[in-house]
């Protein structure tokens, strides 16, 4: 296989992980653990559908303001969930 497949890729990794740092400080017990942060970025990109990509603009060139706007909500109700997740399994566990 000659294809050069490194550029494909998940276009809601960079908002989840913007979404993440943003909302960590309402957090202080996540975001001083970066290992808890990545298990925020795993749940939260695992509840969006994927939508995957060559390069940014890409998805800016084809996709309607309307959906561009959906998943922006959807990425912040999902990486809210996943905070408030791993903060009470963080709790039980002690961590």
């Known amino acids: 296989m000659s294809a050069k497949f490194e550029s494909v890729r998940n276009s809601h990794e960079v908002a989840v992980f913007r979404q ?3 909302q960590a400080g309402r957090f202080p017990d996540l975001a001083a653990n970066d290992d808890l942060l990545a298990d925020v ?18 998805l800016s060139f084809y996709t309607p303001d309307a959906s561009l706007l959906a998943d922006a909500a959807a990425v912040r109700a999902a990486v ?16």
């Open 20 to 22: 993440i740092l943003e």
């Open 41 to 58: 970025a795993c749940l939260a990109l695992n509840a969006l559908s994927p939508r995957y990509i060559r390069h940014a603009v890409d």
């Open 80 to 95: 809210e969930s996943a905070l408030e997740f791993v903060q009470t399994q963080a709790a039980h566990r002690g961590t």
